[in-house]
């Protein structure tokens, strides 16, 4: 059986939580919450597995503080959580949903009661449906309206968290969304796409500058990576790797960092990028006090007929997660070095996910023995250590996640989940990775 990396193999300080976001957990029907775009995207046959929604889904909502305990139980510092846009403002801005702040309030007090760092992120995915109306994130009012939502959140709950990140994975925000059409608002439409793109960084850039004008502390941001590898020497599919490369790892990050896009993006979406986006690359580009990697998987990349990008994936001969995701850990030892070496520099980073979904399933004692879990955070930390050894100012780790929970267009059929959940019963039943870290935190 494999063990994970104790806390005592980490450096002084080093920190571990486990990460969580709001429509994937909360139960999106309970307590005055407005609709959401994935509740009519999951509403629109073969969009979603058996077209389930958020609407109960964990029932965190009323079942947060024995999550809670259980998250503290394990021994992590770090509780990584989302707030939800439309809980809040139900239309998306205008008049303040009280019950809705007033859940936060009480989950952020039951944190730190617990000893728990609360680390907000503002927006992980769920749009208002009254803003997607007036067509989401390719509007760049939605800009304007993310940072009065921001104010919003932080004059009630900046006095208490330990950090904050306006969004999560924009790379999944704007390219699987809009371009690739796999989560909500489900669009196939490359100007749809680069003018998200190009929004999602600016609502990052307006939500930042909000925060820092407040006096709020220990800001960053959290983008998503994945190797991307040729899938052979050819010279095509090493251009088409490049392309891939320069959206998926390069666009977001090159822009709050170094304030441009990449030229290999730049090739195609530039026709589609709203007039004057040159002007808003200094609003991106706000100075922040660390920055979040998450990390799953890699892809193998060849080159494809037809109109830019030009590239198609191709199925990996390494071992799979339940996603059909290849794991590569090596992976994320590379990412923590070529973040630090091209882009931040001596900044803080942390890992802000990092999990896999497996095909679990309870003994006759109820117990789930998920060793192949365990195997891969395993091989991950380890990868981290490397990455510390190397001199990476890496400070923590956060695991993805702390329940099982909604997978957005896969429903409730994939579980990532240090917590067995049964979604029928609502029963909460730590797995063995739980175990695992328990164990590896004492220590």
């Not at 109306?133 to 009630?156: L, P, Q, S």
Request: contains cysteine; charged residues 20%.
């Amino acid at each position: 059986m494999t063990a994970l990396p104790p806390r005592s193999a980490f450096p002084t300080g080093f920190q571990f939580g486990v990460a969580t976001s709001s429509y994937q957990i909360e139960g999106h029907g309970f307590g005055g919450a407005g609709p959401t775009h994935w509740d009519t995207f999951a509403a629109t046959p073969g969009n979603v597995v058996r077209a389930e929604n958020g609407a109960r889904a964990c029932d965190h909502y009323h079942l947060w503080e024995q999550d809670l305990d259980l998250v503290a139980a394990a021994g992590f510092d770090i509780y990584r959580f989302s707030t939800s846009w439309a809980r809040v403002l139900p239309e998306g801005r205008g008049p303040v949903n009280m019950e809705g702040l007033d859940f936060y309030d009480r989950l952020v007090d039951g944190m730190l009661e617990r000893g728990l760092k609360p680390a907000l992120t503002l927006y992980h995915w769920e749009l208002p449906a009254a803003l997607a109306d007036k067509g989401g994130w390719r509007n760049r009012e939605i800009t304007r309206w993310f940072a009065d939502y921001t104010h919003v959140i932080m004059a009630r709950l900046s006095d208490r968290i330990w950090s904050a990140a306006p969004i999560n994975e924009p790379w999944c925000v704007s390219w699987l969304s809009h371009f690739l059409g796999a989560h909500a608002p489900g669009l196939r439409d490359i100007r749809a796409t680069a003018r998200a793109m190009h929004h999602v960084l600016l609502a990052h850039g307006r939500a930042i500058k909000v925060m820092r004008a407040g006096g709020i502390k220990n800001l960053g941001a959290v983008c998503n990576f994945e190797t991307a590898l040729p899938a052979d020497a050819s010279p095509e599919s090493e251009a088409a790797t490049n392309r891939y490369d320069a959206i998926f790892n390069r666009f977001f990050v090159e822009a709050m960092f170094k304030g441009r896009y990449p030229e290999a993006a730049l090739e195609g979406l530039a026709p589609h990028l709203p007039e004057g986006w040159e002007d808003d690359l200094a609003t991106i580009a706000q100075p922040l006090d660390w920055f979040g990697l998450n990390y799953y998987t890699c892809k193998r990349i060849a080159a494809a007929p037809g109109p830019w990008p030009g590239f198609a994936e191709v199925d990996g001969a390494g071992p799979k997660t339940e996603m059909g995701w290849e794991i590569r850990p090596e992976g994320l030892q590379e990412f923590l070095t070529r973040i630090a070496r091209d882009y931040t520099g001596d900044l803080p980073l942390y890992v802000t996910e990092n999990g896999m979904a497996a095909p679990d399933r309870l003994d006759k004692r109820g117990l789930c023995d998920d060793q192949d879990r365990i195997a891969y955070y395993a091989a991950h930390l380890r990868a981290c250590q490397n990455a510390l050894a190397a001199g990476v100012p890496l400070k923590g780790y956060m695991a993805w996640s702390a329940l099982d929970n909604y997978e957005w267009a896969l429903g409730y059929e994939k579980r990532f989940g240090l917590i067995h959940l049964d979604f029928e019963s609502l029963q909460r039943r730590p797995k063995a990775s739980y175990h695992a870290f328990k164990t590896a935190l004492e220590r």
